[in-house]
C-alpha cells in the first residue's frame, strides 16, 4: 500500500494496510514482512523523541530491565540482517495514526534510564531510526502545545523527591522536531501607535514598563484583547500595550474581568 507521510490512519486502517495486529506498538507482519512502530504520545510511558533526523525508539517491556532478545526488540535490533521493513506511526490525538514513513537502523541500539509502569527505574533498549526517503513530518503547533500541556499536567502529580529523582536523570540532550504555526499578520502602524499612545505606562497593571530596551525605549508589548485567533480585529480598538507579565497573563488567564477593563478604557479613550 502507498502512503504518504502525515497520511492519518485509524486504527483499523493501519492493521489492514499492513496485515498486523491492532494492539501494542510493535507490529510484526509475516504476511507483508513487516514491523510497525507506533510512538503514541498520548498514552505511552516511553521517552520517544526526535533529536534532529533521528527518531529515538523506546523497545518493548513496561515492567522491569528490557531484553534485546524479548519479541520485536530483537526484529528491531536484527532488522538488516533479516531483510524486514519497518514503518513508523506517531499518535498525537486520540486514535489517529499519523505515517511518518518507513525506517531504519540509523545506528546500534543503547541503553538509557526511564521509569516502567510501576515507576521503577530501569534499563530500557532505545533504537535511532532514520527515514529511508522522505523528511520528518512536522505538526500543527496546536497539537504540539496540547501535547505539552499534558505532559505537564502529568508531572504536576509527582511529588519533590520523585521530581528531583526524575531530574537528576533525565537525558542531556532536548528532542526537537519541525512545527506548522500560523502567524497573523500584524499592521505594525497599528502595533507602534498603540505603545506610543500608552507612553510607556501598561494599560492593565498602570505600572510603568520593567525596562527599557536597546534604543531606551519603554519595553511594552501589544496585545489584542479578543485575540486573532477568535475573531478579534487588528484595529486600535482592539489593540492594547501591556508589560511583558500582564501579557503572559492575558495569555495564560484571559480573565473575563481583565478583558471588560481593558475594552471600557480603550472606549473612554475613543470617546476622549
Same mark, same amino acid.
Given at each position: 500500500?502507498?502512503?504518504k507521510?502525515? +497520511?492519518?490512519?485509524?486504527n483499523?486502517?493501519?492493521?489492514?494496510?499492513?496485515k498486523?495486529?491492532?494492539q501494542?506498538?510493535?507490529?510484526?507482519?509475516?504476511?507483508t514482512?513487516?514491523l #510497525?512502530?507506533?510512538?503514541n504520545?498520548?498514552?505511552s510511558?516511553?521517552?520517544?523523541?526526535?533529536?534532529?533526523?533521528?527518531?529515538?525508539?523506546?523497545?518493548?517491556g513496561t515492567?522491569? +530491565?528490557q531484553?534485546l532478545?524479548f519479541?520485536q526488540?530483537?526484529?528491531?535490533?536484527?532488522?538488516k540482517?533479516?531483510n524486514?521493513?519497518?514503518?513508523?506511526?506517531?499518535?498525537?490525538?486520540?486514535?489517529?495514526?499519523?505515517?511518518i514513513? *518507513?525506517?531504519?537502523l540509523a545506528?546500534?541500539?543503547?541503553?538509557?534510564?526511564?521509569?516502567?509502569s510501576?515507576?521503577?527505574?530501569r534499563? #530500557?533498549?532505545?533504537?535511532?531510526?532514520k527515514?529511508k526517503?522522505?523528511?520528518? #513530518?512536522?505538526i500543527?503547533?496546536?497539537?504540539?502545545?496540547?501535547? +505539552?500541556?499534558?505532559?505537564q499536567?502529568?508531572?504536576?502529580?509527582?511529588?519533590l523527591?520523585?521530581?528531583?529523582?526524575r531530574a537528576?536523570?533525565?537525558?542531556?540532550?532536548a528532542?526537537?522536531?519541525?512545527?506548522?504555526?500560523?502567524?497573523?499578520?500584524?499592521?505594525?502602524i497599528i502595533?507602534?501607535?498603540?505603545?506610543?499612545k500608552?507612553?510607556?505606562?501598561?494599560q492593565?497593571?498602570?505600572?510603568?514598563a520593567p525596562?527599557?530596551?536597546?534604543k531606551n *525605549?519603554?519595553?511594552?508589548?501589544t496585545?489584542?484583547?479578543?485575540?486573532l485567533?477568535?475573531?478579534? $480585529?487588528?484595529?486600535?480598538?482592539?489593540t492594547v500595550?501591556?508589560?511583558?507579565n500582564?501579557?503572559r $497573563?492575558?495569555?495564560?488567564?484571559?480573565?473575563?474581568?481583565?478583558?471588560?477593563?481593558?475594552l471600557?478604557?480603550l472606549?473612554?479613550?475613543?470617546i476622549?
Amino acid at each position: 500500500m502507498q502512503l504518504k507521510s502525515g +497520511e492519518i490512519l485509524n486504527n483499523s486502517e493501519l492493521s489492514n494496510s499492513f496485515k498486523c495486529g491492532t494492539q501494542g506498538g510493535m507490529r510484526k507482519s509475516n504476511q507483508t514482512n513487516s514491523l #510497525v512502530l507506533i510512538s503514541n504520545h498520548l498514552k505511552s510511558l516511553y521517552d520517544d523523541r526526535w533529536i534532529d533526523d533521528i527518531f529515538h525508539y523506546t523497545g518493548m517491556g513496561t515492567q522491569g +530491565e528490557q531484553s534485546l532478545e524479548f519479541m520485536q526488540n530483537k526484529t528491531l535490533a536484527q532488522s538488516k540482517k533479516i531483510n524486514i521493513s519497518i514503518y513508523l506511526f506517531e499518535v498525537f490525538e486520540d486514535k489517529k495514526y499519523t505515517y511518518i514513513g *518507513e525506517v531504519e537502523l540509523a545506528d546500534s541500539p543503547y541503553q538509557e534510564i526511564q521509569p516502567d509502569s510501576n515507576a521503577q527505574d530501569r534499563h #530500557v533498549w532505545v533504537f535511532p531510526l532514520k527515514l529511508k526517503n522522505t523528511v520528518v #513530518v512536522p505538526i500543527d503547533d496546536k497539537i504540539y502545545k496540547s501535547l +505539552e500541556k499534558r505532559k505537564q499536567k502529568q508531572v504536576k502529580s509527582l511529588s519533590l523527591d520523585e521530581l528531583r529523582n526524575r531530574a537528576a536523570k533525565s537525558r542531556k540532550s532536548a528532542g526537537k522536531r519541525p512545527i506548522i504555526s500560523t502567524q497573523y499578520e500584524r499592521d505594525p502602524i497599528i502595533s507602534e501607535y498603540t505603545k506610543r499612545k500608552a507612553n510607556g505606562i501598561c494599560q492593565l497593571c498602570n505600572e510603568k514598563a520593567p525596562f527599557f530596551n536597546s534604543k531606551n *525605549e519603554p519595553y511594552l508589548e501589544t496585545h489584542h484583547v479578543v485575540w486573532l485567533s477568535k475573531g478579534g $480585529k487588528d484595529t486600535i480598538n482592539n489593540t492594547v500595550a501591556l508589560c511583558p507579565n500582564c501579557h503572559r $497573563k492575558m495569555h495564560i488567564l484571559n480573565l473575563d474581568s481583565d478583558i471588560k477593563y481593558l475594552l471600557n478604557k480603550l472606549v473612554n479613550e475613543t470617546i476622549r
